[in-house]
């Protein structure tokens, strides 16, 4: 009942930049944080970035410090990853996560989107 959906990955050269975003929508009563997640194949999947929808405090993964800003929009329950400088290290599946309130019983969930691929390559 909850979806989230991505959108803005695609091949980028060495250095170049792109803006991911991921919208939830269904019987959503409050959004606690949304973050990005990655995964290599082969490897485990690894947290990006996560930002709260009150405070807006962003957390980062040291790879990225400096590079990637993490955004909301409370009103769209929109999450952006803006990627900057970015390199060959960074390709992988990116995954939109969400810690919301689900309306219908007021419980806790956490839902993830399909992911969308980042390339870095020249």
């Known amino acids: 009942q909850v979806k989230l959906v991505e959108s803005g990955g695609g091949l980028v050269q060495p250095g170049g930049s792109l803006r991911l975003s991921c919208a939830a929508s269904?019987?959503?009563?409050?959004?606690?944080?949304m973050g990005w997640y990655r995964q290599i194949p082969g490897k485990e999947r690894e947290l990006v970035a996560i930002?709260?929808?009150?405070?807006?405090?962003?957390n980062y993964a040291d790879s990225v410090k400096g590079r990637f800003t993490i955004t909301r929009d409370n009103a769209k329950y929109t999450v952006y990853l803006q990627m900057n400088s970015l390199k060959p290290e960074d390709t992988a599946i990116y995954y939109c996560n969400a810690d919301l309130i689900w309306t219908p019983t007021g419980s806790r969930v956490r839902s993830w989107g399909q992911g969308t691929q980042v390339t870095v390559s020249s």
């Open positions: 269904g019987s959503i009563f409050n959004i606690n944080a």
């Open positions: 930002i709260t929808f009150s405070s807006s405090s962003p």
